[in-house]
């Protein structure tokens, strides 16, 4: 049975990537999460080729069960066209993706996207909406 | 590294509360409407086809209405998505081929002169020990078989020729709609029919029609999967099936793919089917297919049950096989966090 989809935008796996990052621990204990689900076949991970390609030192160890989401010129074209507030060109591609690709939620620390209907799962995990951004970006 | 650099806005406090949807953000995609309206009027040509001209029922054909509809699916789309159409359609073809080839070559044209006994009696020896000494075709067809054609001829002959179309159909949708679940199926389809032409190639079966009529091992048996179509009007069609039939392997019989086949579907669809009535609805379909053949004296009840076995068997290894992978994954992945 297909499992819902969740893409791991670049705010996440830069924290969860950069040990000394600030963000760090809540990024990793959120994968945990997502990881023990990803084995019980409950998610399937995605992450953007492009954001992907920044790390690619982690490909086969720490993003092993992430999967690759193709960014297209299709999706950039789109992009061109996401009004603002949420013109910024990554942030506009992501939401293309959110969008065409029917992904069912997003790990991010951006808050950008608790503006947007989407369920942000670090963010869900620990409260839901906008109280619990506060609380995440609280630390 | 710096959050803020990522977009992320520690100063503004708090997050908006009115959230918009996605619809409203992201434009419209004029190709998916183009996509879908393709895909809609080829099916409305494809019931006028089925209607007027006869069933697209060979490989061939088979391949080409696919094909035709996966270029529907597939306008506007990215060249790398093409790319791995093209990539899939390839292998798609492979293992047809494959499976004509050496289905054919079961037959009698093996390499080295490598040659199998044909089993006459060894399958219709399994059904009788099932059925307490009967031979299941001829009971049924001395019970139901009518020189007119009854409903249930016309339900009969309908179920077998599903099989020509139930799995393309389902594989043309996958195949648009979710490519994760189409290599999905296709893993457990192509083991299936891997392993059967293995045993079509080392156990030649005659089935029951074969062995009633050309071996007289038991009564006389008719063939008539098409004659429930013929009466519904699908003539065309038949007259090509007919046509067909002396090209095929007529000693293909062990496994029984029509049964496969026939649960292969329902049994992919099955964990998202919530009610269990409706469960059991749908698993009424495989074990409708396997009476039909044996009415039709096209099969030996043993055959149906192989298929279906293969069919366990195929979704028991990748199932495993697929779990296997994602808790290596996962492994891997907390090893790295640890």
């Not at chain 2, 998916?32 to 490989?59: C, E, P």
């Not at chain 2, 648009?176 to 290599?183: D, G, K, L, S």
């Not at chain 2, 999905?184 to 029951?208: E, G, N």
Request: net charge neutral; aromatic share 12%.
């Amino acid at each position: 049975m297909t499992a819902p989809t969740t893409l791991l935008d670049r705010s996440f796996l830069l924290a969860l990537a950069g040990r000394e990052h600030p963000w760090h621990d809540v990024a990793a204990d959120a994968y945990r999460e997502l990881v023990d689900r990803y084995e019980c076949n409950r998610v399937i991970l995605l992450a953007r080729d492009d954001h992907l390609a920044e790390l690619q030192q982690l490909r086969s160890s720490m993003l092993a069960p992430v999967e690759v989401l193709h960014v297209a010129a299709q999706h950039r074209h789109a992009a061109d066209e996401v009004l603002a507030p949420f013109d910024d060109p990554d942030l506009a591609v992501t939401l293309v993706l959110l969008r065409r690709e029917k992904i069912c939620s997003i790990a991010t620390f951006d808050r950008r996207f608790a503006a947007v209907d989407v369920d942000v799962v670090p963010l869900d995990a620990r409260g839901s909406g906008a109280d619990g951004a506060q609380h995440l970006i609280g630390g | 590294m710096s959050l803020l650099a990522d977009g992320v806005d520690l100063e503004s406090g708090s997050a908006t509360r009115d959230r918009r949807p996605l619809r409203e953000i992201v434009p419209f995609d004029v190709l998916r409407s183009t996509r879908i309206t393709l895909m809609i009027s080829y099916g409305i040509f494809g019931i006028w086809w089925f209607k007027y001209r006869g069933m697209v029922w060979d490989r061939i054909s088979v391949a080409l209405a696919l094909f035709i509809f996966l270029v529907c699916a597939f306008v506007g789309r990215s060249w790398r998505q093409w790319a791995i159409l093209g990539r899939d359609v390839a292998l798609y073809s492979v293992m047809w081929l494959a499976y004509e080839i050496t289905r054919g070559a079961a037959d009698g044209d093996l390499p080295f002169g490598i040659t199998f006994p044909l089993q006459v009696q060894a399958a219709r020896n399994i059904d009788r020990f099932m059925f307490l000494g009967h031979d299941m075709s001829v009971v049924l067809q001395h019970h139901l078989w009518h020189t007119d054609v009854r409903w249930y001829d016309k339900v009969a002959s309908c179920t077998y020729m599903t099989h020509f179309v139930v799995a393309p159909i389902v594989m043309g949708v996958l195949w648009a709609t979710n490519h994760r679940e189409w290599v999905r199926f296709m893993k457990r389809f192509a083991t299936v029919l891997l392993v059967s032409c293995a045993l079509f190639i080392v156990m030649p079966t005659a089935p029951p029609w074969m062995t009633a009529n050309r071996y007289h091992v038991i009564d006389h048996i008719q063939r008539g999967t098409g004659r429930g179509f013929s009466a519904m009007g699908f003539t065309a069609f038949v007259g090509d099936y007919h046509n067909s039939l002396d090209w095929g392997n007529a000693v293909a019989a062990m496994p029984s793919l029509h049964s496969a086949f026939a649960l292969m579907v329902p049994a992919f669809f099955l964990p998202r089917i919530g009610p269990v009535w409706l469960k059991v609805l749908v698993l009424c379909f495989p074990v409708l297919m396997l009476t039909s053949l044996v009415y039709f004296g096209e099969h030996w009840v043993i055959d149906g049950l192989v298929g279906w076995a293969l069919v366990g068997g195929s979704f028991a290894f990748w199932g495993r096989r697929e779990r296997r992978v994602r808790e290596l994954r996962a492994a891997t992945a907390r090893t790295a966090l640890a």
